[in-house]
């Protein structure tokens, strides 16, 4: 039962990112035209990955086209992003695809920017996305290439990194040489419920996984896990949410204070030290 529930919490955080569509226009600034070309981005004896074209027609999405190739004899490999950030900001980065061996194939793939532009992210001038690619036979083994690129509209020179800036309502809840975590706000009446909005930002080079393990309610605990990951020296927009059948089983008609074990640790090392790991109260 409690799987089932985490797994609804996880889901329902998926969605939020790109729920309730906003007409809102991007604060964009940049007057330099696209100078993009295409490019080879990672090139190995075994693949290779071409950034062909990109299309900025859409203000809320950076959509780019990119080829995968698979030069082994006999295997199949998986394309896949694990981590993408417009301007040092997290977006959804999920994309992958099965390539069989001598073949080539090319898609597009959608960055659904919505929240980053509603939060003033402006021009898309630095497109960050770390690919892997593995032998689908074989998870386990060391990936056929696992590097970082990025793709600069406007030329590397315009790149720009988005800087949040601090607002009244802001409270800082985490902030350490590794790690800075802000509470932003406080929506009772959320889409999916009771929601708390964050801003993570991850100050290592490594990939970081932020979670919740324990969270409490007005003293109540509440069946509840809650994980995102940021890449190293990004930042992201996010969201801790209850839905409201969940605080009516708890008979709660009003949050008052919220208790929940925070972690950060690198992804990559398990075995290193927790780069956080604080118990946060909250009095909203």
Same mark, same amino acid.
């Given at each position: 039962?409690?799987?089932?529930?985490?797994?609804?919490?996880?889901?329902?955080?998926?969605?939020?990112?790109?729920?309730?569509?906003?007409?809102?226009?991007?604060?964009?600034?940049?007057?330099?035209?696209?100078?993009?070309?295409?490019?080879?981005?990672?090139?190995?004896?075994?693949?290779?990955?071409?950034?062909?074209?990109?299309?900025?027609?859409?203000?809320?999405?950076?959509?780019?086209?990119?080829?995968?190739?698979?030069?082994?004899?006999?295997?199949?490999?998986?394309?896949?992003?694990?981590?993408?950030?417009?301007?040092?900001?997290?977006?959804?980065?999920?994309?992958?695809?099965?390539?069989?061996?001598?073949?080539?194939?090319?898609?597009?793939?959608?960055?659904?920017?919505?929240?980053?532009?509603? =939060?003033? /992210?402006? #021009?898309?001038?630095?497109? @960050? !996305?770390?690919?892997?690619? $593995? +032998?689908?036979?074989?998870? &386990?083994?060391?990936?056929?290439?696992?590097?970082?690129?990025?793709?600069?509209?406007?030329?590397?020179?315009?790149?720009?990194?988005?800087?949040?800036?601090?607002?009244?309502?802001? =409270?800082? /809840?985490? #902030?350490?040489?590794?790690? @800075? !975590?802000?509470?932003?706000? $406080? +929506?009772?009446?959320?889409? &999916?419920?009771?929601?708390?909005?964050?801003?993570?930002?991850?100050?290592?080079?490594?990939?970081?996984?932020?979670?919740?393990?324990?969270?409490?309610?007005?003293?109540?605990?509440?069946?509840?896990?809650?994980?995102?990951?940021?890449?190293?020296?990004?930042?992201?927009?996010?969201?801790?949410?209850?839905?409201?059948?969940?605080?009516?089983?708890?008979?709660?008609?009003?949050?008052?204070?919220?208790?929940?074990?925070?972690?950060?640790?690198?992804?990559?090392?398990?075995?290193?030290?927790?780069?956080?790991?604080?118990?946060?109260?909250?009095?909203?």
């Amino acid at each position: 039962m409690k799987k089932t529930i985490i797994l609804i919490f996880t889901i329902l955080l998926m969605i939020s990112v790109t729920a309730c569509k906003k007409d809102v226009k991007p604060d964009n600034n940049n007057d330099n035209k696209i100078v993009f070309s295409e490019f080879v981005a990672i090139e190995n004896e075994n693949c290779s990955i071409k950034i062909q074209e990109i299309n900025l027609d859409d203000p809320l999405t950076f959509i780019f086209k990119a080829e995968f190739e698979n030069k082994s004899a006999d295997k199949t490999y998986v394309f896949y992003t694990e981590s993408v950030s417009i301007n040092g900001v997290q977006c959804d980065p999920y994309f992958s695809v099965e390539v069989k061996a001598k073949e080539k194939a090319s898609y597009s793939i959608d960055l659904l920017a919505e929240e980053l532009v509603n =939060n003033g /992210i402006g #021009d898309f001038t630095d497109i @960050k !996305v770390t690919f892997r690619v $593995y +032998d689908n036979d074989d998870w &386990h083994s060391d990936p056929v290439a696992y590097e970082t690129i990025h793709i600069y509209p406007y030329g590397e020179d315009e790149a720009v990194t988005f800087i949040r800036e601090s607002q009244p309502k802001d =409270n800082v /809840i985490i #902030d350490n040489e590794y790690a @800075k !975590v802000i509470v932003t706000g $406080y +929506d009772p009446e959320g889409v &999916h419920g009771y929601t708390i909005n964050l801003f993570l930002i991850n100050k290592t080079n490594d990939l970081v996984m932020f979670s919740i393990e324990e969270l409490y309610v007005n003293g109540n605990q509440i069946d509840y896990y809650y994980s995102l990951s940021v890449s190293g020296e990004n930042s992201s927009f996010s969201y801790i949410f209850f839905p409201k059948e969940v605080l009516e089983e708890k008979s709660i008609d009003k949050v008052k204070t919220i208790e929940m074990a925070f972690k950060a640790y690198n992804i990559n090392n398990l075995t290193s030290i927790l780069y956080v790991n604080e118990t946060i109260y909250l009095k909203p």
